[in-house]
């Protein structure tokens, strides 16, 4: 009996997991042709991009999204929508994810910012594209979890913090493009600060029972800055002591 309970284990082990495997890798794939027609329809009407280029695309078909996600949620994973992550706060729908991702052109040197590393779906997405990518998180167990999750899957380039992404991190600035996953009534100065000349910051603006708009704006070399409203969205608030 004991013996057929270790072979049926091992059976499970190795017979299940490869399928299940491939199955999210199906369902992944599909979920990169919806947020491809879903950016068909948006740019339509948004100032956004009309193409996501080669290196987001590949990058969320690599990504496992089903890591990223509390197991109550795993088989919503590939879904074009965002999920609850537990904390009140939510893993964006992949769509926002590329396009705002899209909207940084990360380039294969250049070292980026994100605040609200919330499950580090984001995060991993940014350090397939950039050479390293630093996160910062203001709830502590989200950014601890976050963490470990990054570590075990090997994202060696990715460095997180728990604090109050409003104030950036100074230490390791400047960056090439800043990324803000919840939403703020104003761009952060020390995040203008801290962005390199000729680089972008990426932000939803706006409270969170009026309208957001996720908007992209551009430092030019002279520091002056340009903004440019892309599309209204809908995240959890930045929060913290600002
Ligand atoms: N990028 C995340 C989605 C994050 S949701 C992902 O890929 O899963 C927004 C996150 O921003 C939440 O986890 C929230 O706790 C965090 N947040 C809110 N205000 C913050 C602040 N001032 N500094 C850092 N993180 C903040």
């Known amino acids: 009996m004991k013996r057929l ?17 491939v199955e999210f890798d199906v369902l992944r794939h599909q979920m ?16 956004g991009s009309s193409i996501f ?25 590939y879904l074009n929508r965002p999920l609850p992550i537990g904390n009140g706060q939510t893993i964006s729908q992949p769509f926002i994810v590329a396009l705002m991702t899209e ?22 997405v940014l350090a397939e594209l950039a050479n390293s990518v630093y996160s910062i998180e203001i709830i502590k167990p989200l950014g601890e979890k976050a963490s470990e999750r990054l570590r075990s899957l090997g994202y060696q380039n990715v460095k997180t ?22 939403a703020a009534s104003h761009v952060p100065p020390p995040l203008i600060k801290q ?8 932000i939803p603006l706006g409270t969170q029972f009026m309208t957001q708009f996720l908007m992209l ?7 002056s ?18």
């Open 32 to 47: 990169v042709q919806e947020v491809l027609s879903d950016l068909a329809e948006t740019s339509k009407y948004s100032g």
């Open 161 to 182: 913090r728990v604090g109050d992404g409003y104030y950036g991190w100074q230490e390791a600035a400047p960056f090439d493009a800043i990324i803000v996953t919840a």
């Open 217 to 223: 704006v551009e430092k030019m070399e002279d520091g």
């Open 5 to 21: 309970f270790a072979l049926s284990a091992l059976l499970m082990y190795c017979c299940v997991t490869p399928i299940q495997a």
């Open 195 to 202: 962005l390199k000349p000729g680089g972008r910051i990426v």
């Open 103 to 124: 909207l940084m052109q990360v380039k294969d040197d250049d070292k980026v910012l994100e605040i609200g590393t919330g499950s580090g779906y984001q995060a991993a």
């Open 53 to 77: 280029g080669p290196h987001v695309i590949a990058a969320l078909e690599k990504v496992e999204r089903h890591r990223f996600v509390p197991t109550s949620q795993v088989s919503s994973a």
């Open 225 to 242: 800055l340009t903004t440019r409203q892309i599309l209204p969205v809908r995240f959890v608030p930045l929060t913290g002591g600002h």
